[in-house]
C-alpha cells in the first residue's frame, strides 16, 4: 500500500532568497520616509532654500532618527522584555503595539511639518499619507496581516507620482524607478516571508489609496 505523504512546496533556492532577504532589509518600512526625503532634496533642492547644508543634514539624521531609529528600538525593547517571540513581528499580534508606536511617529511628523516652511510643502500630505495608511494598516491587521513592506512601497510610488503633478515635473524615469522597485520588494516579500498575494495587494492597495486621499485632503 502506497503510503499518504504531505507534498510541499518547494523552497526558494539561495541565489533567490539571499537577495530577496537584502532588498526586504535595504527597503524596510522604516526607511522609507529617510528615502523620500532624500530624493526631494535632489529633486526640488530650491525648496530647502530657507536653510543652510548643515540645517539639512540634521533635519535629514531628525527624520531618520524619528521615524526609523525610535520605532525599530521600539520593537527592539519589546522584544527583550518578552512582548513578543521576535523582531521580526511574524504574527498579527505581535504587530499591535508597534503599529500604534509608529502611528504616533507619522503623526508627529505631519504636525511639525504643517509649520515649516524651509522644505517642501509635498511633505505635508505625504506624512498624513504614512499615518493613514498605519491607521488602516493596524484595523486590518485584525482580519490578516498586511504587508508593511508593500505598503510602504505602494505609497512611496503613489507619492512620487503625486509630486510630479504638484511641481508638474517630468519624473517619468523616477516613477519608472519607483514602480520596478515595488515590484521587487513584493517579489521579495513573496520569496522569504509566509505572506500571500492577497497581503501583498492589499498593502500596495492601502499605501497608495492613503497618499491619494491625503494629496487632496492637505494640498
Known sequence: ??????ITPDKPSLLLTIPAKLISYLFHPLFIPTYIFVFLMYQVPYEFAGITAYQLQ????????????FPAFAVFLLWRLKFSESIFLRTQKERIVPYIITMFFYWWMYFLSRNFTDQPAVLKFFYMG??????????????FKISLHAMAMGGALAAIILFAMYYRMP????????????????????????????????????????QLGAYYFVM
Not at 540634521?58 to 531609529?69: K, N, Q, V
Not at 499615518?131 to 484595523?139: D, E, H, N, R, Y
Open 171 to 210: 519624473l517619468g524615469g523616477s516613477m519608472s524607478v519607483a514602480a520596478l522597485l515595488t515590484g521587487i520588494v513584493c517579489t521579495s516579500r513573496l520569496l522569504v516571508s509566509d505572506h500571500t498575494n492577497l497581503e501583498i495587494y492589499s498593502g500596495l492597495a492601502v499605501g497608495a489609496v492613503c
Open 58 to 69: 540634521l533635519r535629514l539624521f531628525s527624520i531618520f532618527w524619528l521615524t526609523a531609529f
Open 1 to 6: 500500500m502506497e503510503q499518504n505523504r504531505e
Open 130 to 143: 504614512i499615518f493613514s495608511a498605519t491607521v488602516f494598516g493596524l484595523i486590518l491587521n485584525s482580519y
